[in-house]
């Protein structure tokens, strides 16, 4: 928790290595569990435009089953590890993980998240859209 703001586990590709594999490590530098990439079900991709420099796409998994108990491995960047029900976040959660998690609970697979010319467009897309 960076800054008093929530975020999940997550980060970026390493060279040659697939997104699945990429969770996998994530999860155990993160927060110290072991996942299997075949327990990973992908849940939303969110095309993600100002939160850093360049446009990204954000993939959301949900593991079905790990081992270990989530412990905060990275305290020099992050403060706290903490679970949530998904229908109780909490304020000052991150906003592009906030639109995927929103997302996902209302079962939808894809959506986009600071692009402002379609946001704008008064079609009455939910945040994540």
Same mark, same amino acid.
């Given at each position: 928790? @960076? ?49 850093? @420099? ?35 976040? @909490? ?34 897309? @939910?945040?994540?859209?």
């Amino acid at each position: 928790m @960076p800054d008093g703001l929530w975020h999940l586990p997550s980060g970026k590709l390493d060279a040659g290595e697939s997104v699945l594999d990429a969770a996998v490590r994530e999860a155990e530098e993160e927060v110290g569990v072991l996942v299997e990439p075949g327990d990973l079900r992908h849940v939303h991709t969110l095309h993600v435009n100002g939160s850093g @420099p360049e446009p990204r796409l954000g993939l959301f998994f949900e593991a079905c089953r790990w081992s270990g108990e989530p412990v905060n491995r990275e305290p020099e960047k992050c403060s706290g590890v903490q679970w949530f029900r998904l229908d109780g976040l @909490p304020a000052g959660l991150i906003a592009y993980p906030a639109a995927g998690l929103a997302a996902y609970a209302a079962g939808h697979t894809f959506g986009l998240h600071g692009w402002h010319d379609s946001e704008a467009t008064g079609r009455g897309q @939910p945040p994540w859209w």
